[in-house]
C-alpha cells in the first residue's frame, strides 16, 4: 500500500495530513468565504442556515480534558408553501365564465414557516483522578437556548415556541 509524503510542515492526527483531508478544508474555507460574501444571493434551501458558526476550544492533558463548544446560526426557512391547496391565494371565479368570485376553502398559502437564529453552548470536563478512576461533568444548551418557529414574513405568527432547557450531567468512570 502506498504512503503519502510526510515531508509537509503540517501535523494532523497520527500522520501526515493527506491529500483528502487538504482538500476538504480547503473546500470548506472557500465555501464559508462565499457564503460571507454573496450569503444571502445563494440558492435558498429549507433547513439550512444562510450563515452558521461553529467553534471549539480544547485543551488536554494527562490529567484533564476540556472542551467549550459555540454553535450560532442565521435564521433560516423551514417549510414552503404553509399549506398548498387546490386553487391559488384569493377568490376564484365560480362557473363556466361567469363574473361571481367565490372563496376557497382550501387555498395555497404562498409564503414560508421560518426559525429564528440560534446561539448554543456546550461544555465538558473530565478529570483523571488516578490511572483506573475519572469523573465527568458536561452541560447542554447552557445559554437556555429556545426554539422559535413562526410564519409569515413579515406578520409572524409563531408556530413553536420552546426549550429543552439547560442540560447537567455527571459521572464517574472506573476501570479495572
Known sequence: MARYPTGSSYSFGPGGMTPAVKILIITNVVLFLLNLIV????????????????ATLFYEDKTIRA?????????????????????????????AGTT????????????????????NVDASLNINLTRNV?????????????????AYDGQEATTLYGSSGRVYRAGARVTF
Open 39 to 54: 450569503g444571502d444571493v445563494m440558492t435558498l434551501r429549507l433547513g439550512v442556515s444562510p450563515q452558521a458558526l461553529n
Open 134 to 150: 475519572s469523573i465527568t461533568f458536561e452541560g447542554l444548551n447552557l445559554t437556555n437556548q429556545l426554539t422559535n418557529r413562526y
Open 67 to 95: 472542551r467549550v463548544t459555540v454553535a450560532q446560526r442565521k435564521g433560516y426557512s423551514t417549510t414552503y408553501p404553509i399549506a398548498a391547496g387546490s386553487c391559488g391565494p384569493g377568490l376564484t371565479t365560480a362557473g
Open 100 to 119: 361571481e368570485s367565490v372563496g376557497c376553502d382550501s387555498p395555497l398559502i404562498n409564503d414560508f414557516v421560518f426559525s429564528k437564529g440560534t446561539t
